[in-house]
């Protein structure tokens, strides 16, 4: 399942970009005493009892305000509340309520969602002082004592949160799907084809940018396989993310990208490669996903007996730093090589999912020196003593030498690609991990 998400809320200069920091161990946010510094929706990932949750940093909100940043805040924040699983609302101890903490909380209320009171700026341990009281005014239920810039007290902020987030928000989706995110630059045909999938109008398609503003799951089953299809709003450069729904909606892309299994990347054929592309790409390679390149409209193209593979050359080029990832042709429109898509997203999910034994990774790691010694420097010689691999999703290994230094990335691509040889992995990214250890440890 999607981790569950809290918004952190507020009127403007009561500590929230700290508490954010506090409770995701970054310094994303910024932190500074004039009101306003914080504007768009930040966001964080954290965690709590082993759980993880994503956080978000709103703006503070100004219910009433006609100043322009004022009300693009507010706008921001009330996004981040529609999408909030819980939303903590965070006071100011030392100010006591004020009427724009009266506000918000009514505004807070209407949105039906969970709602935890924080005091913030309680600084000092022990017994709350009399005017922490005076937050029961409010009608949120018991307020919760913290100093984020401190951190006494997020743990108990942390429970009351939890107690509204269920445990099976943490369960595990079926076992048995495959999800597949199938993501790209807007109007690319990302919702025409799950709908071709599925054989019906289930989701909405329009020629119109910016359609489709949140993932949606649909389940589709064939030939007996389950696949979990996760339509995602187009992602554009940043640059060009001036809607605000737009931002919202390319975080949801990208929190799909991490729930999923196989990552499509749509390209419109009838307007070839953008570097939007290869940025996507990357994203699902960082997560280290099993991607495919399809290329849609591939219909609406003149073509010749050459047009197929000099396509697939421009596009080797623009993805080499991705040489892995295969690519299909189709049309979302008339259906063309659909069939083959399922194909692919089973081939290189199982590709995502191999698991090799120490014994035979290690053949091939004695086979790959013996052909190409490891690199050296001034006398000394990097030494691979085994490899095994650790994980899946993607396929890591794990190499034990004496020296990480003489490890030269160079040397780890062609193990790679000697791996590649032998066992395929096409469609799947490789990680190692490098260790060192000393000749009297081997």
Known sequence: MAKPIVAIVGRPNVGKSTLFNKLTGTRLAIVEDTPGVTRDRIYGESEWRNRPFTVIDTGGIEPYSDDIILSHMRHQAELAIDSADVIVLVTDLRSGVVATDQEVATMLKKSGRPIVLCVNKCDSVGEAPPEFYEFYNLGLG???AVSSAHG???????????EYIPESSWDEEDSDSIKVAVV???????SSLVNRILGEERLIVSDIAGTTRDAIDTMVEKDGDKFVFIDTAGIRRRSKVTDDIEKYSVIRAQAAIDRADVCIIMIDATEGF??????IAGLAHNKGKATIVAVNKWDAVEKDTNTMNAFRKKLEESFSFMAYVPFVFISAKTGQRVDRLFELIKFVASQN??????????DVLADATARVQPPSDKGKRLKIYYMTQASTKPPTFVCFCN??????????????????????????PIRFVIRERSDNNK
Do not use: C, W
């Open 184 to 190: 790209g630059r807007p109007n690319a045909g990302k």
């Open 274 to 279: 953008a570097e939007q592309d290869s940025k």
């Open 152 to 162: 006494h007290g997020t743990g108990d902020l942390l429970d009351a949160v939890f």
């Open 142 to 144: 018991d307020p919760i």
């Open 403 to 428: 020296n990480k230094e003489l490890f030269h990335f160079s040397y780890q691509r062609y193990l790679e690609n000697r791996i590649r040889e032998t066992f395929g992995m096409e469609g799947t």
């Open 353 to 362: 999912a191999m698991r090799i034994s120490t014994g035979t990774i290690n």
